[in-house]
């Protein structure tokens, strides 16, 4: 099938890509927190996976290599000028949430949108993407004992941010 779709095969290039969509756009939902940007994100991750699909060495790999791509399109999408201002209009609002309280999906994207990027990455893609740490390592290019200190690291720092302590 990855034979065919590097000939220029586009049935087979979709056949490939289509299970890897939902995964990507999960990954991208995460990233930036716009389901319109998720989408974006993901639409031109996979013209530039077609573009590229020549590139991939590994054919077991192509989860993994379309993540990355994926991810490196959300980080494009945050550099952009208009992201940013966003981010600055969002981030002002503080984030407030006392250990007697329950911790909601809206507190809990609102802490994971004030992480850096590396540790918002690797973060979505353990635990938005139930992704192991070796594909994680791949798709950072990092090695899985730095994917293991972003995580323990980013976890740490979203506790801080939510008010959560372990008790």
Known sequence: M?????????????????????PGY??????L????????????????????LRQLRDESQIRPWFLAIVANECRSARRSRWSSVIKAIVLDQPVEVSTDSV?????????LRRLDQKKRLVLVLRF??????DEIAVITQ?????????????????????GVHRG
């Open 2 to 22: 990855i034979a065919a779709a590097k000939d220029g095969d586009k049935v087979a290039f979709e056949t490939l890509i289509r299970p890897l969509l939902e």
């Open 128 to 133: 938005y993407l139930d992704l192991p740490l």
């Open 103 to 111: 911790v909601t999906g809206m507190e809990l994207r609102r802490a």
């Open 33 to 52: 927190q716009d389901p319109q940007g998720a989408e974006d994100a993901v639409q031109e991750a996979s013209l530039k996976a077609w573009r590229r």
């Open 142 to 162: 990092a090695s899985v004992h730095a994917v293991e200190g972003q995580l323990q690291r980013g976890v740490q720092e979203l506790r801080q941010r939510m």
């Open 26 to 31: 999960r990954l991208a939902g995460g990233m």
